[in-house]
């Protein structure tokens, strides 16, 4: 589990003897629990401190008040960090940041040399993370000439073969374009039948988040709330407040009972389609 205790966190936190000087927490006060096999989405509008909060939960980040702890070692403990940073692997928006090797599979066992993987046992697991991810491409493939979804691919297979137990996604598939998204997407939930971690995933897309078990939204470094999809989904006010848009089939759905159509609350895109292919 991870249990994030009352946690503040500045990036500059005033010294002790310094005037505040009007300074801001980029986090303030949040106290949250994730429960292992768990799919959670942070949701927020810009700045409101999502990435932040990832950061301290494999302890790129130590928090300035308050505890951070992964399966019980906490992130400020220094002889525990190398354990979290193993249990806790981050992709990030732009996958050119995280790759390293020439080649595919340099890439990948770059990260599996690092934290002292078997080396007889280096070019199997670098084989198993290009399959799991259906990644179409060989090892000696040159990571450059990738496409952008395969370069994402490529992230999420190199973060696999480190055999994470918490994995955070944050904006994983912002670079990507609607389709190239889609696929990412339904390769990640692929993996996770065959190979289960707990999943954070941070996106501004409602639509890719609508499976979670659970949502958290922030707003201004605080957690605002947390529920399941459908449960916040009735709540547009604050949905709205915090910057989030509705998919077009639920705000559709919506105007549909508006207008007296007898439509589910947790109408969701394929349902959709099907109704108005048969009102047609
Ligand atoms: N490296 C940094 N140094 C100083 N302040 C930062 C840094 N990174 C973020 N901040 C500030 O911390 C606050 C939270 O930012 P954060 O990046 O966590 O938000 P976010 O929810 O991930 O936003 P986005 O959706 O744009 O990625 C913001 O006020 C931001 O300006
Ligand atoms: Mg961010």
Known sequence: MID?????FYYNAPQEDEEDAGRRPALSHISLNIVPGEFVAFLGRNGSG????SRLLNGIELPTEGTVSVEGHVTSDKAALRSVRRAVQIVFQNPENQQVGITVGEDISFGLSNIGWPQHDIADRVAWAIKLVGLDADED?????LSGGEKQKL???????????????DEATSMLDPVARRQFVATLHEVRKQYSFTLIYITHHLEEVTNADRWV????????TSGTPDELMENTGL?????????????LAGLLREQGIPVSAALNERELRELLCKSG
């Open 141 to 145: 493939r040159p990571v450059m000439n």
């Open 239 to 251: 949905l709205q407040s915090c910057g989030l848009e509705l998919p077009y089939y639920r705000t």
């Open 217 to 224: 939204l922030f707003q201004s470094g605080k957690v605002v």
């Open 155 to 169: 992230a999420l297979a190199a973060v696999l073969a480190l055999a994470p137990r918490y994995l955070i996604l």
């Open 4 to 8: 994030i205790r009352d946690t503040t």
């Open 50 to 53: 999502k990435s932040s909060l």
